[in-house]
């Protein structure tokens, strides 16, 4: 389990003192994907890089299995650090290494025998499906390819966590699913933890369980993906879900109605048949609906008429048809 305790870091900057990050509180269980979201500049990088220490934060804990790695001699957190693997939007290659070099190199700090490590190597080249670039070098490789040379890499120690910053932004979409499928294998078959830090509100859907919303420099809510997807309660976090609702009050009409869709509700075509049902027009106004484990999430807000009795339709045919919704101001 990760633990994070009144988290503080202060960067001194030309100006002054920059605080990356205020009174950070969270816990990651073992075994989930716990995401990290938030815009450019809000912390979240520095916050993952202070889970293994990269950067030291000024103040408070960060617990790994109940031990305080703050406290730790170099030894004990040198040992510590191992059961922690890392990636990068970068990649972070040695250029001169070849694919299996670069796998080996952790194992090579720990002392971990030559013919030991390149079999643990091998083993993860065949776990992340290029067992024929064993001897490629990295300017050879494509994009897709070098996050997975840098996945089996951290994963040569056996971590118990992986921390992946921004792992696949410097990804087109069709590699970043396959990446994120590579990560959702990983998960379950070796148990690992995964930590994904990112601003793409697609990337937390499509692989994690858990999310905390990070806004200048402070977590705005933690909760399950879903539930943050289908009610969000901090504005950064209804910004990222819905980026346009914020112009939608300028929008002259009648009710804007905003259904919400949270799981228990198949991918039917809801607003068609409330047009064709109720006889209204309606404008979508602003969409998010994803398919999070076979089930629909996300939210519809609808702009309705200028007239008060095709509104009351509409709203008895949600009532019936159970459609979750509310008024928006």
């Not at 520095?46 to 220490?53: A, G, H, Q, S």
Request: net charge negative.
């Amino acid at each position: 389990m990760i633990e994070l305790k009144n988290l503080t870091k202060t960067f001194r900057v030309p100006a002054g003192e920059l605080v990356a990050l205020r009174d950070i509180n969270l816990t990651v269980n073992d075994g989930e994907i716990f995401g990290i979201i938030g815009l450019s500049g809000a912390g979240k990088s520095t916050l993952v890089r202070c889970i293994n220490l990269l950067e030291r934060p000024d103040c408070g804990e960060v617990l790994i299995d109940g031990k305080n790695l703050l406290t730790m001699k170099e030894k004990e957190l040198l040992e510590t650090r191992r059961s922690i693997g890392m990636i990068f939007q970068g990649f972070c290659l040695l250029e001169q290494r070849t694919v299996i070099g670069n796998i080996c190199f952790p194992l090579e700090i720990a002392g971990v025998k030559k013919q030991e490590a390149k079999a643990r190597a091998e083993e993860l080249l065949s776990l992340v499906g290029l067992t024929e670039k064993a001897k490629a070098y990295p300017s050879q490789l494509s994009g897709g390819q070098k996050q997975r040379v840098a996945i089996a890499r951290a994963l040569a120690t056996r971590p118990k966590y992986l921390l992946c910053d921004e792992a696949t932004s410097a990804l087109d979409p069709t590699t970043t699913n396959s990446i994120l499928a590579l990560l959702q294998e990983i998960n379950r078959t070796l148990g690992v933890t995964i930590v994904v830090i990112t601003h793409e509100m697609d990337v937390i859907d499509r692989i994690c369980h858990r999310v905390a919303v990070i806004d200048k420099s402070e977590i705005q809510e933690i909760g399950e993906v879903s539930d943050v997807f289908t009610s969000p309660k901090s504005e950064i976090a209804k910004e990222l879900i819905l980026p346009s609702v914020k112009a939608v009050g300028q929008i002259k009409g009648g009710k804007k109605l905003r259904l919400v869709f949270d799981g228990e509700s198949a991918f039917l075509p809801v607003v068609s048949d409330l047009v064709l049902d109720c006889r209204v027009p309606v404008n979508i106004l602003a969409a998010e609906t994803k398919e999070i484990d076979g089930k629909a999430f996300g939210q519809i807000l609808l702009g309705l008429p200028d007239d008060d009795r095709m509104c009351a339709r509409a709203e008895a045919w949600l009532q019936t048809n159970r459609i979750t919704y509310f008024e928006e101001a």
